[in-house]
């Protein structure tokens, strides 16, 4: 018999996907040993089986947890690489707020969320708005980070062919800290995520966060983790999303 | 002085300088640059005084530490003497210029762009209308045998190569003066003998006043038309060589006694300045 190469696309792929199924597999068998019982903990069979039956309802408060989480996102991307090249453009700027950023960062955000439903209401606001509060700090991070951390000597270069600080940031600063960007931005999905579920878990009345609550309500485990089921789908193809972005990006800059 | 010889050194100059100074093509008056360190102040250029006629290919030899490299960039505007004065064309500079070249120690190149486009980079920066310099930079990058390479990216290049984009990136812009800080000082000695050849044979193509850097004697005699040696502490020039030989360059240049004569000497004084100085790494 012989051993499939370490590297090897198969062994890649099929290694981890092996062992996911075996470990259902388990679950399955140890499930049905014992004969625990199905609000403790359903089979994969059954959840698998919920996810089917309720699929309809499931897309339909996938639906704004799916659009509140790639908006807030949006936003704090937008806001996230503004402001890092707000304290990388300005030394005054950087020395007010930057040790506030840190500190903010090192808060447990999700206890502030119950504030922003008192400052918002309960309407998507109050979620969208934590939800671009808890993934900001990632994105300013990582893009102050690849702004700062350009070659002295290319700078240098630019003083010398008398380049204006706006041609520094955007032909040299911007396309050098898109990498790291990128980095904050992939950490930014899963916490736009978080933030506009936990908002779901707090007050809503639709969303994946809000089914998650009311089948546990409902002791109806299996839909608990059939809506966990497409969140982490979601989850995948959002994350699936930004790494495709960020292919693209660096082809049209051409690295 | 160890080697003497009876040959008359008619290759060595008095430092003498114009009379009307800012006639001159490149002008260095009595120009000293001071850093204040904790130890109290350090004197980087002790005092330099020297004229640079227009196409000359000018090197600025010596030890690391005598400040050839703060004497450049002083030249180019990147940084100010502290008492002094330099005209480029009878102008007195006092920042980076466009119509100055630049080549450092590490090729500086833009990672996510190709050769073709880190050549044009100053041409963009400048805002000077690209569609005019694009044949310019195809005879560059023909003359430096880059142009099967133009849409490589740094990364495919090795480091000569890289360093010979940086210099025609350098020339990219028609530069009526050429600056070089130690442009081949990363490279590994064949690859730097290479550069040598290249940049000789390039010379003859483009004809530039140019100021070029380095601690090799062997570089500065091999490529100039004139060598100013310096000394480290107090850091000044101490001799001023007009390289006796017509261009274009050979290689077989460096098997010349005449081209080793002055290849000692340059090197006898810049040591008879460490000795008396008794440095330890001399």
Redesign the interface.
């Known amino acids: 018999m012989r051993a499939i190469e370490p590297d090897s696309a198969a062994r890649r792929i099929g290694l981890p996907l092996a062992f996911a199924l075996g470990t259902l597999l388990l679950w399955e068998a140890v499930v049905r040993a014992f004969g625990i019982r199905e609000v403790l903990l359903p089979t994969p069979s059954a959840i698998g089986l919920r996810l089917v039956e309720t699929f309809p309802l499931l897309m339909q408060h996938a639906w704004p947890t799916v659009w509140e989480s790639v908006a807030g996102f949006t936003i704090a991307s937008v806001l996230g690489v503004a402001l890092a090249a707000l304290l990388s453009a300005s030394g005054l700027m950087r020395q007010m707020l930057y040790p506030n950023v840190v500190l903010f960062q090192l808060i447990p955000k999700i206890a502030l969320a119950p504030l922003f439903i008192v400052w918002l209401g309960i309407g998507f606001q109050s979620r969208l708005t934590f939800s671009v509060f808890i993934s900001f700090f990632p994105v300013v991070i990582a893009a102050l980070a690849g702004l700062d951390n350009v070659?002295k000597?290319?700078l240098?270069?630019?003083?010398?062919?008398?380049?204006s600080s706006w041609?520094v940031f955007a032909?040299?600063r911007l396309?050098?800290a898109l990498p790291y960007v990128f980095s904050g931005m992939k950490i930014a999905t899963t916490f736009a995520i978080i933030g506009v579920i936990v908002g779901e878990f707090i007050t809503s009345q639709a969303g994946l966060g809000y089914l998650i609550l009311f089948a546990s309500s409902q002791a109806d485990t299996s839909l608990i983790l059939a809506a966990i089921v497409v969140l982490c789908a979601f989850g995948l193809l959002f994350y699936g999303a930004v790494a495709w972005l960020e292919r693209w990006t660096q082809k049209a800059?051409?690295? | 002085m160890n080697a003497m010889t009876d040959t008359p050194r008619d290759w060595l100059q008095p430092t003498s300088v114009a009379v009307d100074r800012d006639a001159s093509y490149v002008s260095v008056q009595a120009t000293r640059k001071t850093y204040a360190t904790r130890n109290g102040d350090v004197h980087a250029v002790e005092r330099a005084d020297f004229d640079i006629d227009e196409g000359d290919f000018v090197s600025l030899v010596g030890p690391s530490g005598c400040g050839k490299s703060t004497l450049m960039s002083m030249i180019g505007g990147l940084e100010t003497p502290t008492s002094g004065r330099i005209t480029v064309g009878g102008t007195p500079i006092a920042a980076p210029r466009r119509d100055f070249g630049y080549v450092f120690q590490d090729a500086t190149l833009l990672p996510w762009k190709t050769v073709f486009d880190n050549v044009l980079f100053p041409i963009r920066t400048q805002k000077r209308p690209v569609a005019d310099y694009l044949g310019e930079a195809e005879r560059l990058l023909k003359l430096t045998d880059l142009w099967a390479f133009r849409d490589k990216r740094p990364a495919e290049l090795s480091g000569g190569m890289r360093q010979r984009v940086a210099i025609c990136r350098g020339l990219i812009n028609d530069p009526r003066l050429l600056m070089m800080d130690e442009p081949f000082s990363a490279l590994d000695a064949i690859t730097r003998d290479d550069m040598n050849l290249m940049l000789a044979q390039l010379w003859d193509q483009v004809h530039k006043t140019a100021i070029f850097i380095t601690h090799s004697i062997r570089e500065a005699v091999y490529l100039s038309d004139r060598v100013l040696v310096m000394n480290a502490r107090p850091s000044r020039i101490v001799a001023d060589i007009r390289v006796p030989f017509a261009r274009p360059r050979r290689a077989e240049m460096q098997e010349d006694p005449l081209f080793n004569e002055i290849c000692g000497f340059v090197r006898d004084t810049i040591h008879e300045g460490h000795g008396s100085r008794q440095d330890p790494t001399a």
């Open positions: 070659d000597s290319l240098r270069l630019c003083r010398a062919l008398t380049a041609q032909s040299v396309p050098h800059f051409g690295e």
